[in-house]
């Protein structure tokens, strides 16, 4: 037996056999061509491009259907990168200058491309790297005939391994037949990430070499809860996550009950519970789980989903059929998070080397006015139509909330000008995702109507500790004291000038720290849709005057290990019967 540590990415868990599809696309041999047969070979090149564009554009139209319009666009990333002549052009030169078959020079060109994007040490390149494989194999599987995935042959349940899985595999699985999967590579944010969390199955990324230590036909466990894959379980294993999976599908149904009730604790406090989404049919996610609204909506997805930067309608269009899903329930948009190993980095000429502390988040906004106001307009604009609150990311300094709020200012009378209806007392907020944000919030809650801890980054900038890297996953934790000192403060400055506060990182959805986070004087959360009625489950076991007994017990502790026993000992205390699989780990 052998367990790998990799990142959660869609919940649950299953116990079945494996099917490994390995990297290896059959090795296309070196082989020359008449002279008077090149040109032949140039024509099969564009056929196979035409082809591939035609299949594209079917598995575009088939994910509409199946996933929703969002993840659809990612098939128009692919169909940029088939018309991008840098890619395609040094394939005919090839052709022509070696006299090589079309199929050599596309298996060479791809393999060598795909190759050096890995090799850099950059999330975003290995992203890429992924969409340069899935040409390679769709115009290799025209040129040469072959049936273009193995996938196409599964007649029976079961769990997919692979080095890596592309978003068109992932959209085309047929999840009566796909229970789970897992890949090697990947992280939270990668266009595979973002179609399988729709697809309603386990799925763990970023497992290494996960791939090459399990055969086909292998038994297998799949935790997508946690973020674990357990090979060749042996029978202790195997019996405690059958338990598991039938505690779940008890859960369920309790749950199912829970989503519909009040959010109020046992002395009648009230605490809002909301939804993080990325996309706007997740709102359905949201109502049918018992939320009573979205607190962070996610938009640098509409750029991340497509090759081309979305325009003020594409972003309009978002939000207004956001609003009308959420049917006059609230709605907070965050202003574009893009940078670090998202989109900017992508298109950099001179991909930064640390851009997690370079040009990202509302910086890179205020360094690009056009985009920054594009979006702002069309915030504005759906302000008409609904509740909007807008919320700016990653402030650090005063002067960039200034700014922020300047540009919006600016938009607000040109719009004004331009007859264009909006709400022009709109909630304006920021997060708190930094330390010196944290340090100075009481300065901050000078200047806005809301705070939102972003406890993710917060986390991160405060440890000094990577989520993604493996090798320090665990100094990554929310029961650090000087996390929970720096979210204590925020919500003492909120209390002070009578602003709202909430949270929104991870461990708002994480029962383990619902109690402390109470006590702390939180009286909104937004998480993940299907977390809600596990939170609102220990909302209605506790009372604040316990809660607020624990929030002073944990604040005299000086490790992150005391804190988290004493969080959990609490929780079982109060809610008896919580289980391994009733609270994220």
């Given at each position: 037996?052998?367990?790998?540590?990799?990142?959660?990415?869609?919940?649950?868990?299953?116990?079945?056999?494996?099917?490994?599809?390995?990297?290896?696309?059959?090795?296309?041999?070196?082989?020359r061509?008449?002279?008077?047969?090149?040109?032949?070979?140039?024509e099969?090149?564009?056929?196979?491009?035409?082809?591939?564009?035609?299949?594209?554009?079917?598995?575009?139209?088939?994910?509409?259907?199946?996933?929703?319009?969002?993840?659809?666009?990612?098939?128009?990333?692919?169909?940029?990168?088939?018309?991008?002549?840098?890619?395609?052009?040094?394939i005919?030169?090839?052709?022509?200058?070696e006299?090589?078959?079309?199929?050599?020079?596309?298996?060479?060109?791809?393999?060598?491309?795909?190759?050096?994007?890995r090799?850099?040490?950059?999330?975003?390149?290995?992203?890429?790297?992924?969409?340069?494989?899935?040409?390679?194999?769709?115009?290799?599987?025209?040129?040469?005939?072959?049936?273009?995935?193995?996938?196409?042959?599964?007649d029976?349940?079961?769990?997919?391994?692979?080095?890596?899985?592309?978003?068109?595999?992932?959209?085309?699985?047929d999840?009566?037949?796909?229970?789970?999967?897992?890949?090697?590579?990947?992280?939270?944010?990668?266009?595979?990430?973002?179609v399988?969390?729709?697809?309603?199955i386990?799925?763990?990324?970023?497992?290494?070499?996960l791939?090459?230590?399990?055969?086909?036909?292998?038994?297998?466990?799949?935790?997508?809860?946690s973020?674990?894959?357990?090979?060749?379980?042996?029978?202790?294993?195997?019996?405690?996550?059958?338990?598991?999976?039938?505690?779940?599908?008890?859960?369920?149904?309790?749950?199912?009950?829970?989503?519909?009730?009040?959010?109020?604790?046992?002395?009648?406090?009230?605490?809002?519970?909301?939804?993080?989404?990325?996309?706007?049919y997740?709102?359905?996610?949201?109502?049918?789980?018992?939320?009573?609204?979205?607190g962070?909506?996610?938009t640098?997805?509409?750029?991340?989903t497509?090759?081309?930067?979305?325009?003020?309608?594409?972003?309009?269009?978002?939000?207004?059929?956001?609003?009308?899903?959420?049917?006059?329930?609230?709605?907070?948009?965050?202003?574009?998070?893009?940078?670090?190993?998202?989109?900017?980095?992508?298109?950099?000429?001179?991909?930064?080397?640390?851009?997690f502390?370079?040009?990202?988040?509302?910086?890179?906004?205020?360094?690009?006015?056009?985009?920054f106001?594009?979006?702002?307009r069309?915030?504005?604009?759906?302000?008409?139509?609904?509740?909007?609150?807008?919320?700016?990311?990653?402030?650090?300094?005063?002067?960039?909330?200034?700014?922020?709020?300047?540009?919006?200012?600016?938009?607000?009378?040109e719009?004004?000008?331009?007859?264009?209806?909006?709400?022009?007392?709109i909630?304006?907020?920021?997060?708190?995702?930094?330390?010196?944000?944290?340090?100075?919030?009481?300065?901050f809650?000078?200047?806005?109507?809301?705070?939102?801890?972003g406890?993710?980054?917060?986390i991160?900038?405060?440890?000094?500790?990577d989520?993604?890297?493996?090798?320090?996953?665990?100094?990554?934790?929310?029961s650090?004291?000087?996390?929970?000192?720096?979210?204590?403060?925020?919500?003492?400055?909120?209390?002070?000038?009578?602003i709202?506060?909430?949270?929104?990182?991870?461990?708002?959805?994480?029962?383990?720290?619902?109690m402390?986070?109470?006590?702390?004087?939180?009286?909104?959360?937004?998480?993940?849709?299907?977390?809600?009625?596990?939170i609102?489950?220990?909302?209605?076991?506790?009372?604040?005057?316990?809660?607020?007994?624990?929030?002073?017990?944990?604040?005299?502790?000086?490790?992150?290990?005391?804190?988290?026993?004493?969080?959990?000992?609490?929780?079982?205390?109060?809610?008896p019967?919580?289980?391994?699989?009733w609270?994220?780990?």
């Amino acid at each position: 037996m052998e367990v790998i540590k990799g990142i959660p990415v869609s919940p649950g868990v299953v116990i079945g056999r494996a099917f490994v599809l390995d990297d290896a696309r059959e090795r296309v041999p070196y082989q020359r061509v008449a002279e008077s047969l090149v040109d032949s070979q140039l024509e099969k090149l564009t056929a196979a491009i035409d082809a591939t564009a035609d299949d594209l554009r079917d598995d575009r139209d088939s994910a509409a259907a199946k996933l929703g319009p969002e993840p659809a666009k990612i098939f128009e990333f692919h169909l940029g990168l088939l018309r991008d002549q840098t890619l395609i052009d040094p394939i005919r030169v090839r052709i022509k200058d070696e006299n090589v078959t079309a199929a050599y020079a596309v298996a060479e060109a791809f393999r060598s491309l795909a190759a050096r994007f890995r090799s850099m040490d950059s999330e975003v390149f290995h992203q890429k790297a992924g969409d340069i494989i899935d040409l390679d194999r769709r115009l290799l599987g025209h040129l040469l005939g072959q049936s273009r995935d193995r996938l196409d042959a599964i007649d029976e349940p079961v769990l997919v391994i692979a080095p890596e899985l592309t978003p068109a595999q992932a959209a085309s699985l047929d999840t009566s037949k796909v229970v789970a999967f897992a890949t090697d590579t990947g992280g939270r944010t990668s266009h595979t990430s973002i179609v399988a969390a729709a697809l309603s199955i386990p799925v763990v990324v970023g497992c290494k070499d996960l791939s090459r230590l399990v055969s086909d036909g292998d038994e297998v466990i799949i935790d997508g809860t946690s973020g674990v894959v357990v090979m060749r379980p042996d029978e202790d294993t195997r019996e405690h996550y059958r338990e598991d999976i039938a505690d779940l599908a008890t859960a369920r149904v309790a749950l199912l009950e829970v989503a519909d009730l009040e959010p109020v604790t046992l002395d009648g406090t009230r605490i809002a519970l909301l939804g993080n989404i990325e996309f706007s049919y997740e709102v359905d996610s949201v109502i049918a789980n018992g939320g009573e609204g979205v607190g962070l909506f996610r938009t640098e997805f509409l750029y991340l989903t497509s090759r081309a930067e979305p325009t003020e309608d594409d972003h309009f269009e978002a939000y207004k059929d956001t609003l009308e899903r959420l049917d006059g329930r609230p709605l907070t948009i965050r202003t574009a998070d893009l940078g670090a190993d998202k989109y900017t980095q992508e298109r950099a000429e001179h991909p930064e080397r640390n851009p997690f502390l370079g040009l990202r988040s509302i910086r890179y906004c205020l360094q690009n006015l056009p985009m920054f106001k594009t979006q702002l307009r069309a915030i504005l604009r759906a302000s008409a139509i609904g509740p909007i609150k807008v919320m700016f990311p990653l402030i650090s300094t005063v002067m960039e909330l200034r700014q922020a709020r300047m540009i919006l200012n600016d938009v607000m009378e040109e719009c004004a000008e331009e007859g264009i209806e909006f709400d022009p007392d709109i909630p304006i907020g920021m997060m708190i995702e930094v330390p010196s944000a944290a340090l100075m919030s009481a300065v901050f809650a000078r200047e806005v109507a809301f705070f939102s801890v972003g406890t993710n980054d917060l986390i991160q900038y405060t440890l000094a500790v990577d989520r993604g890297n493996e090798r320090v996953a665990n100094l990554y934790t929310g029961s650090n004291p000087a996390v929970i000192q720096l979210i204590k403060s925020v919500i003492r400055a909120g209390k002070r000038f009578d602003i709202e506060t909430s949270i929104c990182g991870e461990i708002a959805g994480d029962t383990t720290y619902t109690m402390l986070l109470i006590g702390l004087g939180l009286r909104k959360l937004s998480l993940v849709p299907t977390q809600i009625p596990h939170i609102k489950r220990v909302v209605r076991a506790v009372d604040v005057t316990t809660c607020e007994r624990l929030a002073r017990k944990v604040g005299s502790l000086d490790s992150e290990q005391a804190v988290l026993a004493t969080l959990k000992s609490a929780l079982r205390k109060n809610l008896p019967e919580t289980g391994r699989r009733w609270h994220a780990e």
